[in-house]
C-alpha cells in the first residue's frame, strides 16, 4: 500500500490508505485499519463506504509541482482536499491549485 499524505504533515500506521488503480488514470482509496473505501458524494463531501461503488472513483492527477490531486471521476471538479489540521474539505470548494489538494505523489 501508499501512504497518502498531505505535503505539510505525515500520515502514521492508524491512517495508513491503500490507494489501488481501477482503471488507467483512476484509482481507489481504502484505510486499512477502518477498512473503509474513500468515497466522495455529488455534493463534494467525503465519506467512508464499506462497499466500493462509483464514488470511490478518483482521477489521480501529476500536477506541475510533481504533486498529485485526486479528482471525483463521476463529479468533475471535485476534488479531495484535506486542511493543515487534517481535517476534510468540501471537493466543490477547492481547485487543484489550492495546496489542500496536493498530496505527495505514490513510488
Known amino acids: 500500500?501508499?501512504?497518502?499524505?498531505p505535503p505539510d504533515s505525515c500520515v502514521s500506521s492508524v491512517g495508513l490508505l491503500e490507494i489501488s488503480p481501477v482503471e488507467r488514470g483512476v484509482v481507489s482509496i481504502f484505510g486499512v485499519r477502518s477498512r473503509l473505501f474513500?468515497?466522495?458524494n455529488s455534493k463534494g463531501k467525503l465519506y467512508g463506504s464499506t462497499h466500493f461503488n462509483n464514488e470511490c472513483e478518483f482521477k489521480e492527477?501529476?500536477?506541475?509541482?510533481?504533486?498529485?490531486?485526486?479528482?471525483?471521476?463521476?463529479?468533475?471538479?471535485?476534488?479531495?482536499?484535506?486542511?493543515?489540521?487534517?481535517?476534510?474539505k468540501k471537493g466543490n470548494k477547492v481547485s487543484p491549485t489550492m495546496t489542500v489538494t496536493h498530496f505527495l505523489p505514490r513510488i
Open 61 to 88: 492527477i501529476l500536477l506541475p509541482n510533481n504533486y498529485n490531486a485526486y479528482e471525483s471521476r463521476i463529479y468533475p471538479g471535485m476534488y479531495i482536499a484535506l486542511s493543515k489540521n487534517g481535517r476534510t
Open 38 to 40: 474513500v468515497a466522495m
Open 1 to 5: 500500500g501508499t501512504a497518502l499524505c
